[in-house]
């Protein structure tokens, strides 16, 4: 049985973090959590954009609180969130260490037309989480990209390859 770890995904809207977080789910294996599949559940795929603050929110505790049980009992878990902030990422950080457990930070990087290409397409899917063309602008002012001294993982672009086998094996 993998160690209780953390596989946590820095990335921007479109960059690849959902398909990369179910590639890891498959070979951790660990329990994927995936901010936008509950925002569609519990609210819809366009929650009303003066809610949506106060709908992530109650998405990200209740998330988290699943995340910190399931590392209490000893499994992995793979946070496809995207930790746009520094903030964030230190909060991670803290998290992980107070708990006891490793983290993984993986970044996902895309060129910004093939993500705006990508989320436009994903818009036409059912039961995907809707982000108009205002709000990936909205959206990518507020992402701040890794520090230098941040550690990360890179990982290659899906687009190179469709299968993702090209990005390496996670560490374990």
């Known amino acids: 049985m993998p160690e209780a770890r953390i596989h946590a995904l820095h990335g921007f809207i479109g960059s690849g973090k959902t398909t990369f977080a179910r590639r890891l789910e498959r070979e951790v294996p660990g329990l994927r959590l995936t901010s936008d ?5 519990l609210y819809g795929q366009d ?5 949506f603050p106060v709908y992530h ?6 998330m988290e609180a699943q995340w910190t049980r399931a590392l209490e009992l000893g499994v992995p878990v793979i946070l496809d969130h995207g930790f746009w902030t520094r903030e ?7 998290k ?6 490793p ?3 993986y970044a996902l990087t895309l060129p910004e037309e093939e993500a705006r290409r990508r989320v436009r397409e994903r818009n036409e899917q059912v039961g995907t989480l809707y982000i108009a063309d205002a709000t990936f602008e909205l959206f990518r002012a507020r992402f701040e990209p890794l520090g230098a001294e941040e550690e990360a993982v890179p990982i290659p672009s899906p687009r ?3 299968e993702m ?5 996670p560490p374990m």
């Not at 992980?96 to 457990?101: D, F, S, T, Y």
């Not at 086998?165 to 094996?169: L, N, Q, T, V």
């Open 47 to 51: 929650p009303p954009a003066e809610l």
């Open 37 to 41: 599949e509950w925002m569609v559940a």
């Open 160 to 162: 190179f390859s469709l």
């Open 165 to 169: 086998g090209d990005a390496g094996s």
């Open 96 to 101: 992980a260490a107070a708990l006891g457990v």
């Open 88 to 94: 964030s990422r230190d909060a991670l950080r803290a």
């Open 103 to 105: 983290l993984t930070l």
């Open 57 to 62: 929110a109650r998405v990200m505790a209740v």
